[in-house]
């Protein structure tokens, strides 16, 4: 059997501003468990009907490991019918800007085809509720650093040189009151998506010219052709996620929404009156044998940044060199994932102010045993794909590059 991990980047949702960033979250997550030989399944910019359904064909043929990220815009949602506790469920939303529970998503993991394996969920996505109706810009400034965490005062951003002038990079909200891009730069360096070990992997020539035409015909399509058409889901240029230009990379104008981020792209604000509730629950209703890393605590806003993603999926793939420290073990790894995201200090536009903020990731688990996630020995055929394709996009950069000079 194998091993398989169905990739999810809404970058469009309906009715709210593009999230700039995704198409690194993409690049990122299918570079990364293609290094360590899953059969990737990326999907960009899914309804909410659709997520599901791709999820629960995923989950239909069986494997030795599951692995499902999504990288959208969420909130929770109260439950109705509940007193005295408040209990919320955490929705991510589709494309359609319809919101599907993350607990139905559970239950498509939780089947008898993948029933003792080990199953792991990455959700990218803000946990924050609905807001209460601000009588002045100073109260509705304290509401949104309720929604953020300032962390200790004690660590500093660091700076960023692009010539001679000093920049400090904003980052963005992944949850329902959208706030446009907000970086301060636009450096080419700033926008890789890769590190140096990607790089050295491009330099590394393990596959011949002659191979390099079935290479590219590769893909990681489950289900036949017709399914795949019926559905009406939007596929990457033959599935492979580095043809997928960086179109947020074309944004040139620093934007924000009049009144911090509750302008949505409809207007008026994302602000629904609603009492103070006293007690705030939002259960993780993990399943047996599965593993859920969120991106941030319950009732929080999640951060991403245009330059280099999403945060937490950013900081999986930069910090995934600790899979071989760690000889594999997942939760070692994870735990060094959350410590490096503790660590930063994100700079985040509210008014007129830029306040130092904090992100904790948070892992709920139910593994019944140690997983393990080494690269193989050999590159799958879908990753010398994913290779070619990268490398021919870095060589029409270089080219871009070069021509500029002259």
């Known amino acids: ?3 398989k991990a169905l990739i999810v980047v809404n970058k469009v949702v309906k009715n709210y501003t ?3 960033g995704a198409t690194k979250d993409m690049k990122q997550m299918c570079w990364m468990f293609g290094e360590l030989g899953f059969d990737v399944i990326p999907r960009l910019d899914l309804k909410a009907r659709e997520i599901e359904e791709e999820l629960r064909k995923a989950c239909s043929k069986p494997c030795d490991c599951f692995v499902f990220v999504i990288s959208s815009h969420g909130q929770e949602v109260l439950v109705p019918g509940t007193s005295n506790v408040y209990v919320y469920d955490q929705t991510v939303l589709g494309s359609d800007g319809e919101a599907v529970s993350v607990d139905a998503l559970f239950k498509c993991m939780d089947n ?6 080990p199953k792991l969920c990455f959700i990218q996505a803000c946990r924050s509720k609905a807001q209460i109706q601000m009588s002045s810009s100073a109260d509705k400034v304290k509401a949104e650093l309720q929604r953020l965490d300032e962390g200790i005062p004690v660590m500093v951003s660091q700076p960023t040189m692009t010539g001679r002038r000093i920049t400090h990079q904003l980052d963005q909200l992944d949850c329902k009151t959208t706030q446009d891009d907000c ?3 636009r450096n080419y360096e700033l926008q890789r998506w890769y590190d140096d070990s990607v ?6 020539e393990s596959y011949t010219d002659e191979n390099r035409d079935e290479f590219n015909d590769v893909t990681a399509a489950v289900g036949d052709a017709t399914a795949i058409t019926e559905s009406r889901i939007r596929l990457i240029d033959n599935d492979n996620p580095f043809n997928l230009t ?4 074309e944004d040139t104008d620093d934007k924000i929404d009049a009144g911090g981020s509750a302008g949505g792209a409809t207007g008026g604000g994302d602000f629904n009156a609603m009492p103070e509730l006293p007690v705030d629950v939002a259960p993780v209703n993990c399943p047996r044998g599965c593993l859920v890393m969120y991106s941030v605590q319950p009732h929080k806003y999640a951060l991403r940044s245009a330059t280099s993603g999403s945060r937490m999926l950013h900081f999986m793939f930069l910090k995934r060199k600790e899979l071989k420290k760690q000889d594999g073990n997942v939760l070692a790894y994870l735990t060094s994932v959350a410590r490096a995201m503790a660590n930063h200090t994100s700079n985040f536009k509210i008014e007129n102010d830029v306040k130092e903020v904090k992100i904790c990731g948070t892992i709920y688990h139910r593994l019944t045993t140690d997983v393990i996630m ?5 590159p799958t055929k879908q990753m010398f794909a994913f290779k070619a394709a990268f490398k021919r996009y870095m060589d ?6 070069n021509l500029a000079r002259f």
């Open 1 to 3: 059997m194998t091993k």
């Open 396 to 401: 029409a950069i270089n080219r871009k590059m």
């Open 112 to 117: 008898e085809v993948l029933k003792g394996i």
């Open 374 to 378: 080494k690269a193989p020995s050999q």
């Open 18 to 20: 593009d999230r700039n």
């Open 199 to 204: 790089i050295d992997m491009l330099n590394t």
């Open 246 to 249: 960086d179109s947020d990379d």
């Open 183 to 185: 970086s301060l730069s």
